[in-house]
């Protein structure tokens, strides 16, 4: 049986008479399960809910000039709960590309993610290793360059999401890896390929031209910066089930759903960092 959901009025009310609640908002279910988790880690019992447990409707969303989907309903809620400065209540959004495009939400109450999603966090050679060669026993014989093409290999597909972005040209949602390949044991991507598929649809020759061009500069961009900082988890368990496979390490780790859940398990040894920005 589907549960009620909260009423933006009624959460007002709520934080107004008890401002001591300390409830904390998150996107979807994923991030529920990793902030409860880290959050046990460290001996909090704060509530965790997702935002599809409060009444946002599109007519909302429109009305505030935001476009749909679970980060923009958390901003909604942030701004139409008008929270005082002191508010102990938290509603944490992914930071995603924001910090590269200059956008900043400024609502008592928001909080942002270290990295660009709740567990970027955890992208470095340690955890990498740990599920590629520990876990899922893929042999692999120089790590550090593997690490560094894969690395490389998920910029190029983050400066494509931003230069999307930061154009008019629409992109359509292709599996990144579908233009990925291994040159030895190196992670590669056919980058002309790859935007020829998420644009070629909406855009003229010249045009793609001229992509290739600004994707060229946000990469040389983006590269300079830790990767917790540009790189999505999506993206980043997507290539690691890819390489898995193509590497000859155990099937049973080379599914999307098994990498999440051992990211949920292994969260709490990063538990400081993900909880930062809820202190």
Request: glycine share 4%; aromatic share 8%; charged share 30%.
């Amino acid at each position: 049986m589907e549960l009620p959901k909260w009423k933006i009025e009624e959460l007002r009310a709520r934080y107004e008479l008890e401002p001591s609640i300390d409830d904390i908002f998150v996107e979807g279910e994923f991030d529920k399960r990793v902030v409860h988790k880290c959050l046990r880690e460290s001996g909090d019992n704060r509530p965790v809910y997702t935002i599809d447990t409060v009444d946002i409707t599109d007519k909302k969303l429109e009305d505030l000039g935001l476009t749909s989907g679970n980060k923009q309903r958390v901003i909604a809620l942030s701004a139409e709960l008008n929270l005082p400065d002191d508010t102990k209540v938290c509603l944490l959004i992914d930071k995603d590309y924001d910090h590269f495009l200059d956008i900043e939400y400024r609502f008592n109450g928001m909080r942002v993610t270290e990295g660009c999603d709740l567990i970027s966090i955890m992208l470095n050679k340690e955890f990498v290793h740990e599920i590629v060669v520990d876990a899922a026993r893929t042999s692999i014989n120089d790590f550090e360059v593997f690490f560094c093409s894969l690395i490389r290999f998920l910029n190029q597909i983050s400066a494509t999401r931003i230069t999307a972005r930061t154009g008019s040209c629409p992109l359509a949602l292709i599996d990144i890896v579908r233009c990925a390949s291994l040159d030895s044991e190196c992670v590669v991507l056919d980058v002309d390929d790859y935007l020829t598929r998420c644009f070629s649809a909406s855009v003229g020759r010249d045009d793609l031209l001229e992509i290739r061009r600004r994707q060229t500069e946000w990469f040389e961009k983006i590269s300079q910066y830790d990767p917790i900082n540009t790189i999505r988890s999506h993206d980043f368990i997507s290539a690691l089930v890819w390489s898995i496979r193509k590497l000859g390490g155990s099937k049973k780790f080379s599914s999307p759903e098994v990498l999440a859940g051992i990211a949920i398990l292994m969260s709490p040894k990063f538990h400081k960092e993900i909880l930062r920005p809820l202190q």
